[in-house]
């Protein structure tokens, strides 16, 4: 029997990854498969079977699958752990985002970075979540990195049929939304900015609704000082959100105004895609590969350019519509019955290599 | 009806004749923000711990939090001379960078201003001087002469520099 057990270097209750591992164990426990899931730092919240890490004790045979997000506190146990190593590459933002902000989590993404080359060589098989991310291991010595992408659960926040929960297009007092963390490379301060000057030249009314878990206090005072300045009285910033709040967000909004300058994937593009709400978008990371023609891509450094999309999507209902619908036919490159396939091929992968 | 692949143009043109409603608008500045790592830098290097960071947040947490501050005001001392220890490290590996990055700045000017015709040669460290005739002895430490074309790759010679630690030099433009 196929054992895959994982490991993840910290877990918790709104966590990307910690969700994501939750996915593949359901898949591992569907296709008949064993082991268990395991994390260095383990929040206390956190409602689900994970272990600690001092706890994993893989036989030479089992698959130990590498969730890799940030750097590892004891990289020497993760390295001559037995078994056979699966790593999956979730990138690492890079530390130059976080210096100014929130230096302790700079530190641990630098060392996320510098841990690669050594995970790189010690892994039987490599996988990434998008393509963009397998090229960035490829950079550190990976070949034949199988692309996975993140499994999204489309019934974790209710999302119907796109094309018909889409809301009545409003063309004044629109709602603009964006979800992410709270980061200086979300670039919320530049979605701020751009629906500032939509608001002031084209809609009054208009509102934004930053959603997200803020990294530190400081960036969070920032974005509220810069709401201020820009569309006082207009923005929202709101973290902590329950799953159905946050559906509840999906379905208010009339546009999707996502700026973030690196993602190694961006499921908040698939969930505005599943409630219907169209996307404008800088083309970084991940974004173009994840959004295909389903989002306006915006690589202009010009806010203005943004600000005039904004209104183009409020005032041209074809454009919405037929964003909406291209957003409803993108859903279906990422269903589990098309990632599935990939997700068992890569633990084959490291099987095979190392037998 | 505009479709998506038209979009992005008609959104450029719709600011470019708008573009005076909007007033004056700075434009976005791209990739990570360098500028206020490079400007607080010399701030991080001198650590500077606070006591009233000092606290304990234990049901008697307000004696542990008094025991713990009076701790470090008895060592205070033996602190200082640890902080002067380090911010002497990091400020002098903060100037050593700067110096590095200063001469990478000159570097890539070079090799920006050479043409294909007249390469930079980027050589091991030398004092760059005017022209020598090769039987005339060591190279002074004049100047270079711009004019004078690029400098020879030949290998430094620590007599040049007086404490034996000959400068970089590069294309000629340090």
């Given at each position: 029997m196929t054992v895959v057990h994982q490991l993840l270097s910290g877990a918790g209750p709104h966590d990307a990854i910690t969700t994501e591992a939750g996915v593949f164990r359901a898949h591992f426990t569907a296709w008949g498969w064993g082991g268990e899931d395991h994390a260095y730092r383990i929040h206390p919240r956190l409602d689900a079977p994970i272990q600690p890490a001092a706890a994993l004790t893989p036989a030479p045979d089992d698959v130990v699958l590498l969730h890799h997000s940030a750097g590892w506190p004891r990289l020497d146990d993760v390295?001559?752990?037995?078994?056979?190593?699966?790593?999956?590459?979730?990138?690492?933002?890079p530390a130059a985002w976080f210096w100014v902000d929130v230096p302790g989590l700079a530190a641990h993404c630098q060392l996320g970075r510098d841990q690669l080359t050594a995970l790189v060589a010690a892994a039987d098989a490599t996988a990434a979540d998008s393509a963009f991310n397998a090229g960035e291991l490829a950079a550190y010595g990976a070949a034949n990195t199988v692309v996975v992408h993140l499994l999204l659960d489309r019934a974790r926040l209710g999302a119907g049929d796109p094309v018909v929960t889409g809301t009545a297009r409003r063309t004044a007092g629109i709602r603009v939304?964006?979800?992410?963390r709270l980061s200086p490379h979300k670039r919320q301060d530049e979605v701020i900015r751009a629906f500032g000057l939509y608001r002031r030249v084209h809609d009054p009314a208009a509102v934004l609704t930053l959603v997200g878990d803020p990294?530190?206090?400081?960036?969070?005072?920032?974005?509220?000082?810069?709401?201020?300045?820009?569309?006082?009285?207009?923005?929202?910033?709101?973290?902590?959100?329950s799953e159905a709040e946050l559906a509840a967000r999906y379905r208010g909004a009339d546009?999707?105004?996502?700026?973030s300058e690196h993602e190694g994937f961006c499921i908040p593009l698939l969930e505005a895609f599943s409630f219907g709400v169209p996307v404008i978008a800088r083309p970084a990371g991940a974004i173009p590969e994840v959004a295909g023609d389903a989002a306006l891509l915006v690589p202009d450094a010009d806010p203005v350019v943004v600000a005039e999309l904004i209104a183009l999507l409020a005032e041209d209902a074809p454009l919405a519509q037929e964003l909406i619908r291209r957003g409803s036919e993108r859903l279906r490159a990422f269903a589990p019955e098309a990632i599935a396939p990939r997700l068992a091929a890569a633990v084959r992968a490291a099987e095979r290599v190392a037998a | 009806m505009t479709t998506p692949e038209d979009a992005l143009d008609r959104a450029r043109a719709a600011a470019h004749a708008r573009r005076d409603r909007y007033g004056e608008v700075s434009p976005t500045r791209l990739g990570p923000p360098y500028d206020r790592i490079r400007a607080r830098l010399s701030e991080w290097a001198v650590p500077d711990p606070t006591g009233y960071e000092i606290r304990s947040v234990r049901r008697v947490g307000a004696p542990i939090t008094w025991l713990k501050r009076g701790l470090v005001r008895l060592l205070y001392q033996f602190h200082a001379q640890l902080i002067a220890d380090q911010s002497r490290f990091n400020l002098l590996a903060l100037n050593y960078v700067r110096t590095l990055e200063e001469r990478i700045d000159a570097l890539e000017r070079a090799l920006a201003d050479a043409t294909p015709a007249t390469p930079v040669v980027v050589?091991?460290?030398?004092?760059?001087?005017?022209?020598?005739?090769?039987?005339?002895g060591p190279p002074s430490s004049a100047p270079a002469d711009p004019a004078a074309g690029p400098p020879s790759s030949a290998p430094a010679d620590p007599a040049a520099h007086p404490d034996g630690a000959p400068e970089t030099s590069v294309g000629g433009l340090r």
């Amino acid at each position: 029997m196929t054992v895959v057990h994982q490991l993840l270097s910290g877990a918790g209750p709104h966590d990307a990854i910690t969700t994501e591992a939750g996915v593949f164990r359901a898949h591992f426990t569907a296709w008949g498969w064993g082991g268990e899931d395991h994390a260095y730092r383990i929040h206390p919240r956190l409602d689900a079977p994970i272990q600690p890490a001092a706890a994993l004790t893989p036989a030479p045979d089992d698959v130990v699958l590498l969730h890799h997000s940030a750097g590892w506190p004891r990289l020497d146990d993760v390295l001559t752990l037995p078994g056979r190593k699966l790593l999956l590459y979730h990138n690492v933002t890079p530390a130059a985002w976080f210096w100014v902000d929130v230096p302790g989590l700079a530190a641990h993404c630098q060392l996320g970075r510098d841990q690669l080359t050594a995970l790189v060589a010690a892994a039987d098989a490599t996988a990434a979540d998008s393509a963009f991310n397998a090229g960035e291991l490829a950079a550190y010595g990976a070949a034949n990195t199988v692309v996975v992408h993140l499994l999204l659960d489309r019934a974790r926040l209710g999302a119907g049929d796109p094309v018909v929960t889409g809301t009545a297009r409003r063309t004044a007092g629109i709602r603009v939304l964006f979800v992410g963390r709270l980061s200086p490379h979300k670039r919320q301060d530049e979605v701020i900015r751009a629906f500032g000057l939509y608001r002031r030249v084209h809609d009054p009314a208009a509102v934004l609704t930053l959603v997200g878990d803020p990294i530190g206090e400081r960036y969070v005072e920032e974005l509220r000082a810069l709401a201020d300045r820009y569309a006082p009285g207009a923005v929202t910033i709101e973290s902590g959100l329950s799953e159905a709040e946050l559906a509840a967000r999906y379905r208010g909004a009339d546009v999707f105004l996502c700026l973030s300058e690196h993602e190694g994937f961006c499921i908040p593009l698939l969930e505005a895609f599943s409630f219907g709400v169209p996307v404008i978008a800088r083309p970084a990371g991940a974004i173009p590969e994840v959004a295909g023609d389903a989002a306006l891509l915006v690589p202009d450094a010009d806010p203005v350019v943004v600000a005039e999309l904004i209104a183009l999507l409020a005032e041209d209902a074809p454009l919405a519509q037929e964003l909406i619908r291209r957003g409803s036919e993108r859903l279906r490159a990422f269903a589990p019955e098309a990632i599935a396939p990939r997700l068992a091929a890569a633990v084959r992968a490291a099987e095979r290599v190392a037998a | 009806m505009t479709t998506p692949e038209d979009a992005l143009d008609r959104a450029r043109a719709a600011a470019h004749a708008r573009r005076d409603r909007y007033g004056e608008v700075s434009p976005t500045r791209l990739g990570p923000p360098y500028d206020r790592i490079r400007a607080r830098l010399s701030e991080w290097a001198v650590p500077d711990p606070t006591g009233y960071e000092i606290r304990s947040v234990r049901r008697v947490g307000a004696p542990i939090t008094w025991l713990k501050r009076g701790l470090v005001r008895l060592l205070y001392q033996f602190h200082a001379q640890l902080i002067a220890d380090q911010s002497r490290f990091n400020l002098l590996a903060l100037n050593y960078v700067r110096t590095l990055e200063e001469r990478i700045d000159a570097l890539e000017r070079a090799l920006a201003d050479a043409t294909p015709a007249t390469p930079v040669v980027v050589a091991t460290p030398v004092v760059v001087a005017a022209p020598v005739d090769a039987a005339a002895g060591p190279p002074s430490s004049a100047p270079a002469d711009p004019a004078a074309g690029p400098p020879s790759s030949a290998p430094a010679d620590p007599a040049a520099h007086p404490d034996g630690a000959p400068e970089t030099s590069v294309g000629g433009l340090r």
